[in-house]
Each structure stands twice: as structure tokens, then as C-alpha cells.
């Protein structure tokens, strides 16, 4: 898995301070995405340990919320196995951090993904530039939903967080 950066102290992309990490890869390709330079997978830097050590170090921090997985897309297919080995670790590591994902597929695409079982919020849907809002919260545009991915599992339907 590639990504671009690593932003530290963000506070756009999920609730509280948070850690962002920029995946590369994306096969939505959405018109006008704010960030389509992430959406070719073999480019970016490989994330390795040392990428790794960076979120360790940042997540450490009692001010820190959480970790937010962006891009690209975190669950572009080339992406889902090295995502969910990394959400596990860090549900291991710092069991009182959120974990924010946002993609492009529907939860009714990625519901059943192992990963599933350590994010907290999924923001779901493509960007859609004739829907998109800058009064939104945490979301570009109003097709997309704030999936609280917990309660959602356990009660088998779309519970949004807001």
C-alpha cells in the first residue's frame, strides 16, 4: 500500500484532534475530488514501519482523538488488506482511539469487510460535485452518510452518528 501524507493535528476529517493518513488509490475517480492526486495506487511513498512508527508516535499523545484513514481510498481493493491489519493493531495498541474511515462505496458494499469490526465512523458514498456543501459536516457532499459502524453492525441497519 502507498500513501502521501501523514497529517498530524487535523481537525476536518473526523471529531477531535486526529491523525490523518493519506492512502493512494482510488477507482471512483469522482468529478472535482479535492484530492485526485491520490487516486493512482502505485504512487506516493510504500508505507512501511517507519510510516507506521509516525502514527504510533503521533497517537500516543492523550490529545489526540484517533485516526482517520483518507485518500484515495482506504478501501480501494489494493488497500483493504494492509487497512485492516493497521486498524487491528491500532484498536490494540490505543483501544480509546476512534478510527474514521471515508470511501467511496456504499456501506452496503463494505458492511461485510473485516475491517469493519475496528472502525468507528465510515464516511460512505462518492463525492458528488453537484451535491456538495461546504456547510456539511464532515462530508463533502449530501448523497454521503456519517455511519457510526458499531452500532450499525449490531443492529444491522444505517445508525449515522450525526
Given at each position: 500500500m502507498?500513501?502521501?501524507?501523514?497529517?498530524?493535528d487535523d481537525m476536518l476529517n473526523g471529531d477531535g484532534l486526529r491523525v490523518v493518513l493519506w492512502v493512494s488509490g482510488c477507482n471512483h475517480c469522482c468529478k472535482n475530488c479535492h484530492?485526485?492526486?491520490?487516486?493512482?495506487?502505485?504512487?506516493g511513498l510504500h508505507f512501511d514501519e517507519?510510516?507506521?512508527q509516525e502514527i504510533w508516535e503521533q497517537l500516543q499523545h492523550e490529545y489526540i482523538s484517533g485516526v482517520t484513514f483518507s485518500g484515495g481510498d482506504p478501501l480501494?481493493?489494493?488497500?483493504?488488506?494492509?487497512?485492516?491489519?493497521?486498524a487491528e493493531k491500532i484498536k490494540q495498541r490505543f483501544p480509546q482511539k476512534t478510527i474514521w474511515c471515508y470511501t467511496?462505496?456504499?456501506w452496503e458494499e463494505v458492511k461485510q469487510l473485516e475491517v469493519m469490526k475496528n472502525i468507528d465512523v465510515l464516511v460512505d458514498g462518492k463525492f458528488i460535485e453537484e451535491l456538495a456543501d461546504p456547510?456539511?459536516?464532515?462530508?463533502?457532499?449530501?448523497?454521503?452518510?456519517?455511519?457510526?459502524v458499531q452500532k450499525s453492525l449490531k443492529q444491522?441497519?444505517?445508525?449515522?452518528k450525526c
Amino acid at each position: 500500500m502507498n500513501y502521501h501524507n501523514i497529517t498530524k493535528d487535523d481537525m476536518l476529517n473526523g471529531d477531535g484532534l486526529r491523525v490523518v493518513l493519506w492512502v493512494s488509490g482510488c477507482n471512483h475517480c469522482c468529478k472535482n475530488c479535492h484530492n485526485s492526486i491520490t487516486w493512482d495506487a502505485n504512487e506516493g511513498l510504500h508505507f512501511d514501519e517507519s510510516a507506521e512508527q509516525e502514527i504510533w508516535e503521533q497517537l500516543q499523545h492523550e490529545y489526540i482523538s484517533g485516526v482517520t484513514f483518507s485518500g484515495g481510498d482506504p478501501l480501494f481493493p489494493d488497500n483493504r488488506k494492509e487497512i485492516t491489519i493497521l486498524a487491528e493493531k491500532i484498536k490494540q495498541r490505543f483501544p480509546q482511539k476512534t478510527i474514521w474511515c471515508y470511501t467511496g462505496y456504499m456501506w452496503e458494499e463494505v458492511k461485510q469487510l473485516e475491517v469493519m469490526k475496528n472502525i468507528d465512523v465510515l464516511v460512505d458514498g462518492k463525492f458528488i460535485e453537484e451535491l456538495a456543501d461546504p456547510q456539511l459536516h464532515w462530508k463533502g457532499s449530501s448523497n454521503q452518510r456519517v455511519i457510526d459502524v458499531q452500532k450499525s453492525l449490531k443492529q444491522q441497519k444505517v445508525i449515522l452518528k450525526c
